[in-house]
């Protein structure tokens, strides 16, 4: 399958403490898009690359998010000082621009647990 | 982003044509019509866009009124695997801004 994957599909963690998830993109996407939901809620979008460079953030991206895409492929996310509210299904997408962009693939998210 | 306005739900009998519709009413003449489901416990799913004509692939038609302040998603024999929620997008730069979306229940 070479669908966009995530790891791990799901994570526990106690409030605190760090946490990251990695992204893998269809192999040749130059995009990288991050959203996140919450039960009942559509996606939110958080951030997004083009090859390495991050070139939008959302306001939802508070200061213990960070994201990276070092050599334009694979993205991590980390999220520092976990908190309750950071409780959500964290979604990661990829497109190519060279084919317009309008189809963004989504993996199938990470689910984070904060207790 | 242009706002967009959807049924929280629907119903749709398995077999026949769905027909979900939205209203963009602030769009702008440079913002594409998007639609993605996302089925239970998976990620969104692109299903098809437009600008100002009617498309249709395999999936479903994407049926865009004249002046572009609404659209009908249609998918044309539904199944039960059709069972998702449905989003309706206007967008016109690189970020997806989802809504809430109709959920489509299709009936055995």
């Known amino acids: 399958d070479t669908g966009v994957s995530q790891n791990p599909r799901h994570k526990i963690t106690k409030r605190g403490q760090n946490v990251t998830f990695r992204c893998d993109p269809i192999s040749e996407h130059n995009r990288l898009y991050w959203y996140r939901q919450t039960l009942g809620q559509g996606p939110e979008f958080l951030t997004y690359?083009?090859?390495?460079?991050?070139?939008?953030k959302s306001r939802l991206l508070s200061d213990r998010f960070s994201a990276e895409r070092p050599k334009g492929s694979f993205s991590t996310l980390e999220i520092q000082r976990t908190e309750q509210g950071d409780s959500a299904m964290y979604l990661c997408?990829?497109?190519?621009?060279?084919?317009?962009?309008?189809?963004?693939?989504f993996g199938p998210g990470t689910r984070l647990t904060v207790t | 982003d242009a706002k967009t306005t959807q049924p929280p739900s629907m119903d749709c009998a398995e077999g026949r044509a769905a027909n979900l519709p939205c209203n963009h009413s602030?769009?702008?003449?440079?913002?594409?019509v998007y639609w993605y489901r996302q089925i239970h416990s998976q990620g969104p799913q692109y299903i098809i866009h437009?600008?100002?004509n009617n498309e249709t692939n395999e999936m479903a038609s994407l049926i865009i009124t004249e002046d572009r302040k609404s659209s009908t998603l249609i998918l044309p024999h539904a199944t039960l695997r059709d069972t998702a929620v449905y989003y309706c997008?206007?967008?016109?730069?690189?970020?997806?801004?989802f809504g809430k979306g109709t959920r489509l229940h299709i009936l055995p």
């Open positions: 997408a990829s497109s190519a621009t060279d084919r317009g962009g309008h189809e963004q693939y």
């Open positions: 690359f083009q090859n390495e460079a991050q070139l939008e």
């Open positions: 997008i206007v967008r016109r730069d690189d970020k997806i801004i």
């Open positions: 437009g600008l100002k």
């Open positions: 602030t769009i702008s003449g440079n913002e594409y």
